[in-house]
Structures are given as structure tokens and as C-alpha cells.
T-cell receptor, first 114, second 116 residues
């Protein structure tokens, strides 16, 4: 079965530093991968998605992710963290159950220090 | 464009009571999802509708949870009777269709349920 594993339930970075949030997937077929962000007391918002068109995917708010088949990874990065990036981030994979069910990782909470 | 609306935002009940949540998806979106998000975990799909038909309800505890989407627009999720372990945020999402695996899901703000 397809699933995703997010390494690190909490990540802390300084403002201006590189953000790296890790996600590994397990899939026997080419996956459909997503990153979502969730701010406190809000629903999830799509950051970016991998659609097999390009391995480097650019999303909103300066985030990007690179699909690496050899490593079964889809890590999320941002060159320079901003205080407003503090939130919970979820990696997700979509699998075909007749309606493309989305399976979410456990999430990584990002803290940004001034 | 108006987003996905959910109500209420917060609900506190005692175990064995009943509760209902309401969701109004984005206009024109054929697919509607209900997720359960327990504290510290990612959202888990409970049920997915395509128009007013059920596509996937494999993880819906049918002995206590029910959901309907009359007329293919609004949806209601009900829990009867509630258990302590039902404490969670219930998220509603919608998308244009389930035909593409890369359809974007748009999420509502969620309903935070506390069962005492």
C-alpha cells in the first residue's frame, strides 16, 4: 500500500536559514505527491504537487520540492525561512481506490526563531 | 471565490451524545471529502462523495458515523453516539472532480470536537 513517512515531527530553524522538511514515500507505481501547509486553527492549503511533468516542483510562498525516484523522496525546501512560515506541514500521496484517496503523513511542525 | 464553509467551528459534548457537522463546498465542486484529524496526526479520510454518491467510505466507522450529501451540494457528518476517541478536528474538503489524481483539494477551517 502507498504511504508517506515524514522524518522529524518538529523542525526548528532561524529566520533566514534554509528550511528542509523530509518526506519519503512507498509506492509500487509512480506516485502522485503533495505538500500541504496548515496554520493554527485553519484547514490545509496546497503548497505544491508532483504531476510527473518535472522532478523539481515550485510552489507557493517560495517553497519547492524535488522528486527523487532513486531515493523515494519528495523533500520540501525553502532557501530562506520567514517567521510567517511557522506552521504544520504535511506530505501526502494519492492512490487509486476508485476515487484517488489521499494518504497524509503525520506532519512536521516548523518553528522559526527570530 | 468563496471557500469551503464548515459549521460549527467548535463543539463540546459528553460521551454517548450525538453531534452533527455541516459542510458547504465550493460552488461547482463535484467531489466532497470528510477527514478526521486527531491531534498530532495527519488527516484521515472518512468518506468521499462524487456528487451525491459515495466513492469511498472504507474508513468510516459505520456503527456510529454517518454522512450524507443530499442534492450533491451540502453535506452533513453525524456521530451517534460519540466516544472519547472521537475527539478530533473534522475537516471538509472539495475538488472539481475525482477524475484526475492531481485534482486540488480545497479545505475548510474544520470543526474541533471535544468529547468529555
Amino acid at each position: 500500500a502507498q504511504s508517506v513517512t515524514q522524518l522529524g515531527s518538529h523542525v526548528s530553524v532561524s529566520e533566514g536559514a534554509l528550511v528542509l522538511l523530509r518526506c519519503n514515500y512507498s509506492s509500487s507505481v509512480p506516485p502522485y505527491l503533495f505538500w500541504y501547509v496548515q496554520y493554527p486553527n485553519q484547514g490545509l492549503q496546497l503548497l505544491l504537487k508532483y504531476t510527473s511533468a518535472a522532478t523539481l516542483v515550485k510552489g507557493i510562498n517560495g517553497f519547492e520540492a524535488e522528486f527523487k525516484k532513486s531515493e523515494t523522496s519528495f523533500h520540501l525546501t525553502k532557501p530562506s525561512a520567514h517567521m510567517s512560515d511557522a506552521a504544520e506541514y504535511f506530505c501526502a500521496v494519492r492512490r487509486n481506490t476508485g476515487g484517488f484517496k489521499t494518504i497524509f503523513g503525520a506532519g512536521t511542525r516548523l518553528f522559526v526563531k527570530a | 471565490e468563496a471557500g469551503v464553509a464548515q459549521s460549527p467551528r467548535y463543539k463540546i459534548i459528553e460521551k454517548r451524545q450525538s453531534v452533527a457537522f455541516w459542510c458547504n463546498p465550493i460552488s461547482g465542486h463535484a467531489t466532497l471529502y470528510w477527514y478526521q484529524q486527531i491531534l498530532g496526526q495527519g488527516p484521515k479520510l472518512l468518506i468521499q462523495f462524487q456528487n451525491n454518491g459515495v466513492v469511498d467510505d472504507s474508513q468510516l466507522p459505520k456503527d456510529r458515523f454517518s454522512a450524507e450529501r443530499l442534492k450533491g451540494v451540502d453535506s452533513t457528518l453525524k456521530i451517534q453516539p460519540a466516544k472519547l476517541e472521537d475527539s478530533a478536528v473534522y475537516l471538509c474538503a472539495s475538488s472539481t472532480s475525482s477524475g484526475s489524481p492531481t485534482d486540488t483539494q480545497y479545505f475548510g477551517p474544520g470543526t474541533r470536537l471535544t468529547v468529555l
